[in-house]
C-alpha cells in the first residue's frame, strides 16, 4: 500500500501541518513547508507563488478554515517526489486538493497545489 511508504507519510504529515491553523499563523513554519518554487492554483482558479503565498496565508489563518472530507492517499513518482490527493470541505464549499511534495536537504517541502470545487455531481 502507497500510503505505508515513509516518503508518503512524510507528505501527508506536512500537508496536514500545512491544514493547521497554527502553521499558517507561522511564517518561520510555513516557510518551511514551502518549496522555493511553490506554486499553486487555488480553488478560487487564482494562480499564487511562494512570495504571494507567504503574504497571503499567515493573515488568513482561520482556525475553522479546513476540514479534511476524505483520507489523504498519496503515491511516490520518483525517490523524491511524493503525489497527494484529498478532498476538504470550507464553510460548505468543497475541494478536491491535489498536491506535489519534493524532498530537499531541508526536509519534504509542497512544490504544488491544486484546488478543484466541486458539488455533489462533482463527489
Known amino acids: 500500500m502507497p500510503e505505508r511508504d515513509p516518503a508518503v507519510q512524510a ?16 511564517p518561520e513554519i510555513l516557510g518551511a513547508l514551502l518549496h522555493p518554487e511553490f506554486h499553486e492554483v487555488g ?4 494562480r499564487w507563488d511562494r512570495a504571494s503565498t507567504m503574504a497571503r496565508v499567515p493573515l488568513d489563518a482561520d482556525p475553522h478554515r479546513y476540514v ?30 491535489s ?22 455531481e462533482g463527489a
Open 11 to 26: 507528505a501527508i504529515e506536512g500537508e496536514l501541518r500545512l491544514l493547521d491553523p497554527e502553521v499558517r499563523r507561522s
Open 68 to 97: 479534511v472530507s476524505s483520507p489523504i492517499h498519496g503515491v511516490r513518482l520518483a525517490p523524491d517526489v511524493v503525489h497527494l490527493v484529498f478532498d476538504t470541505e470550507r464553510d460548505g464549499v468543497r475541494a478536491h486538493r
Open 43 to 46: 480553488s478560487s482558479g487564482r
Open 99 to 120: 498536491s506535489l511534495w519534493r524532498r530537499t536537504d531541508t526536509g519534504w517541502q509542497m512544490y504544488f497545489h491544486q484546488g478543484t470545487p466541486y458539488g455533489e
